[in-house]
């Protein structure tokens, strides 16, 4: 006998204007800012969180990995490049880098504007890293001095199980 098939349910839906989402000054090597979007506190979308990080130029974000997460990055504004796993990438709008658990990127703002990426991280995790770094931002407000990472980065790194550049064990 077959079970019955259950009738299609209706999913959830998450709309989020231009500036809605908690938003952080990220300190150097990047600064601008990050601006989380989705997350399983704002929606009952609970395997992965998305949102912004804007770069200011000269700026880039530090060479890196994750133990436990994958994440998309989506150039949509500004021009650069990306190294992932020692090769480097040509970044303008519309390109797209994938990573994996432990493949080490970075990502580069040489171009004159800011660049604009969006992101999205599975399972979620990336919006405690940029609460854990940064400084809350809002809307409108003028950049902030650059200015370092919290004395303690090292703990947060490990606490969200970010892997720093050169720990990957060569296999």
């Known amino acids: 006998m077959n079970a019955p098939i259950a009738p299609p349910q209706k999913g959830v839906h ?18 601008g800012y990050a601006t989380v979007k989705l997350h399983p506190g704002n929606s009952p ?30 150039v949509y504004e500004g021009t650069g490049r990306g190294i992932v796993d020692g090769k480097t990438y040509p970044l303008s709008p519309g390109s797209l880098i994938a990573v994996g658990r432990y493949v080490e990127h970075v990502v580069h703002n040489d171009g004159p504007g800011q660049m604009k990426i969006f992101w999205v991280f599975a399972p979620p995790g990336l919006e405690d890293w940029f609460a854990a770094i940064g400084r809350p931002r809002k809307a ?7 200015f370092p990472r919290p004395d303690d980065v090292a703990e947060v790194q490990k606490r969200l199980k970010f892997v720093a550049a050169g720990e990957l064990k060569q296999g």
């Open 45 to 74: 979308i609970n395997f992965l969180s998305a949102g912004i990080q804007v770069l200011e130029p000269g700026t880039h974000v530090r060479n890196h990995a994750h133990q436990r997460n994958d994440e998309l990055l989506f």
């Open 140 to 146: 409108g407000e003028p950049m902030p001095a650059p």
């Open 14 to 31: 998450l709309v989020s204007g231009p500036e809605e989402g908690a938003s952080y000054w990220q300190p150097l090597p990047s600064t």
